[in-house]
Structures are given as structure tokens and as C-alpha cells.
């Protein structure tokens, strides 16, 4: 097969995977007068039941990367507050105003996001991107990765050499299989499946997650106008669930939530309208090899709760775009694996502790036997009262993101917040 032309084979840094992570980084570096080739495996940027909230240090930081024109043109949805009720009573509220960031959470479909990345970056000299093209397989020299194979959805295979090949892969890495980096996958107690419905008028714009014993449903105001839902499933239930017919599948919704019972029943009419989320996080314990890196999901997969997972890929590609355009300056060959020590103790800590919340939230989600879940509810409505519960959640949600002053774009950041658009 013939080589594809528009594809560089000599780059500095070749970036496998362009979701958030890659997106972002692949523009940052580019703007940076760093040659940067982005292989993404889908052709388009179509991607349904994936996490669309960018928490708020998240929006701060891009505003302050220059991005905040490009969003509002785009257009997205502002998170006022999350809430919890359990067994009908609410327990729990957090008013994300009071946090005082400047910013709110938002949400913002990823091929939105994405695609203002990826439109940003085009502009740059020395900045290629390659959609419908796969990484097959790395290659090594001397114990070092100086480049990869790929091959388009024509078959066209190429090798690309590059002093430093980024994962940005996703939770299935394969640039992490490839480089025989051993992840440590440890399965949630219970899968996700996810679905959109249209949002009624008046239904506010704050995130829910309501709670029936060991049954929940998160409810997301999404951008423009829908609701994104996800049910929680027992681990390996998804079969089972199907075997019972979209109809049981539809009365259990209901059940936990009557509010969105006539909204299902109406929109929710085959398994093609739900999206399916195997949950487990992922540790390992090296993320870097001479010549190689692992950033977002691909190096750190965490659970929905919360929607942390773009967040903790933004913060990824803030930290790491200058110690990368550091090191290019710094030497010839592939970039040393040390390079990256710093980074990834930084952010291995920070992931540790999202990890910590979740698993705690999860444990506390799949609670059955009637002493426990009236001892949760107690706990929860407890928490409500005391201020220490915006402690506990801006822990966890506004962990600040440290930006280098060459990735900045002058003026963007004294620019005033801008209000947000009206939501649909
Ligand atoms: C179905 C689903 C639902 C989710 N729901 C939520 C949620 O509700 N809340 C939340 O916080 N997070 C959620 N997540 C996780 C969230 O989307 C991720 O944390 C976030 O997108 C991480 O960004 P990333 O760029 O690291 O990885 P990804 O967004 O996974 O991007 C990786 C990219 O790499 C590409 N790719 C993979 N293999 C190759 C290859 N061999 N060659 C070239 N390209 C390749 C993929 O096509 C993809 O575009 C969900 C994820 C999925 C899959």
C-alpha cells in the first residue's frame, strides 16, 4: 500500500489520540513552534455518551489559553450547583457559586471542545492532524520509542519518527500495550449506562444525582437543551438487563426518578438510545519510557462521579506542554523518561485523590440494606449543614491548574469573565 502524502514522517512530537488530551496538547505544543503530528482513529469528531463537563479551574484555564472567544461562539451550559436525594429527601447541596473561581463548571459536548482545539492548532505552522489514521505498533531503538506505525482506514500504513511519541489514547491504550507499560485495572462495583433526553422548560440547571437505595440516576443539564442521564448497572448486568426488555429497562428509570418517566418512555425507544461505560480505574506504575509518555485516560482512568475525566486531562496537558518544549531544547535524541518525574508525581497525587472521593461516593452509592442506606442519608444531611462540605468538594473539583506563562495568550487572561450564553 502506498504511503498517505499528507502525513509528515519526521516530527518532533507524534501525539496518538486526539480527545481532549491530544487535542489540547497537540495545539499548546504547535503554538509553541513545535512540529506535532495528532493521529486520531476516528475520521470525525462524532462522539456520543462521553464526559462533557469541564469543571471550573478547567474553564478558568482555558479562558486564560485564549479560548474564551471560541466557547462562547460555540456555546455551552453552565452548572449551577449540584444536588443529591436519597429515597426522595434531599440530602445535599452544593452551590458552586460560592466557590469564588471566577468560573462555573460547564458543559460542552467533547467534538465541540474538541473541535476548538483542533480549529486553533490549524493555524500553526508545523501542526498536522490526521484523522482516520491508527497507531498499529511503536518502534524502538536502543531500549528507546522513536516513532510508530500507522495506517489509515484505506490500509496506507506509514512509520512516523518522533524524539517523543505521547499516549493520549484513551482508557484502552494501546500506545500503554504497545510500550509494555503494565497497568493496574481495578473494576467499580457497578457499570454506567448512559442516555440523552430532551430537557423541559423551567428544569434548572443544576447537576443531580438521586439515589433509591443502591440504584441511582446522575442527571446532567447538557448542552444545548438535553438532559444526559446515566444509570448505574451491577458489574457484567448489562446482559441481563437486555434479556428484560427495554420496557423493564424504562419502569426502573421511573421508579428512581418519576419526573423523567414520560421523557423515557418517549425517547428512550431501542438499546441504540443508550450508550454503555464499563467503570474501573486505572494505575500504573510507570507512565513514561525514554521516548514516550501517557497522559489522560490513557495513564489515569477514573470513574464518572464527578466528571473529572477532561478536567484531569487539561490539567495533564498545562502541566506537561513546557517541560516537553524544555526538553526538545534541551537535547537531540528521544526525551529521557526523567524528564518526566516531576510530572508525573504531580499528577499522580492529584489522580490518588480524585480516585479516593470516587471510591468513597462509590462505596456509599451501592449501600442495600435498610440500616445502611437510613445511616447514609443521616451522614449526608450532617455534611449538608456544615461549610466543611464545600472543603471536602473543592478539594476534589478546583484543584487550581498551574499554566506556564509561555502557553498564555496576552490579554486573555485579564480579559473579563464573560456572562454565558443563555441556556436553550
Ligand atoms: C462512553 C464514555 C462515557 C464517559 N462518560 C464520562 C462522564 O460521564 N464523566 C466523565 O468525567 N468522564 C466520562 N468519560 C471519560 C472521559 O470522556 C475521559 O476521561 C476524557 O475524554 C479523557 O480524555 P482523553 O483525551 O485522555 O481520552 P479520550 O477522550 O478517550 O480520547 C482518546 C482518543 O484516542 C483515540 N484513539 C484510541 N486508540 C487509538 C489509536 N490506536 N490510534 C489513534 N487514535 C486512537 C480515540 O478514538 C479517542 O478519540 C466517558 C468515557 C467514555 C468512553
Redesign the pocket.
Known sequence: MSIPTNIPTDVDVLI???????ALLGCLLARRGIHVLV????QNLD?D?????LAAPSVVTLRRLGFGPALENHGYLETTAVSMRMEGQEVLNVDYGRFGIGALPIDIP?PGLIGLFNDAAAGEPGYAYAAG????GLVEKDGAITGARLRDRDGNRVTVTARLVVG????F???RKEAGLAAEITPQQRDFL?FKLPRPAGWGQHAELVVNRDKHLVVLPTWPDFLRV?HNLPKRGLGELRRRGIEAFRAGITEIDPRLGPLVEEHVRTWDDT?F?EIFTAEMADWARDGLIL????SHT?T?IL????N??IQDVVMISPVIAAALRAGTGPVPATTFDGFVAARRRHKRRVTRFQRMQEAALAQHKPAKVWVRRVRFKTMNRLPLKYVVFGKVINAPHPIDPADLRTGAEAAPTPAAPSAA
Open positions: 496518538v489520540g486526539g480527545g481532549p488530551a491530544g493521529v486520531e482513529k476516528q462522539r455518551f462521553r464526559g462533557e463537563t467533547q489514521t491508527s497507531c498499529t493520549a489514547d484513551g482508557r491504550s494501546k500506545v448512559s446515566g450508550g461505560l497522559i489522560g485516560d490513557a477514573c464518572p466528571g473529572q475525566g477532561v484531569l486531562a
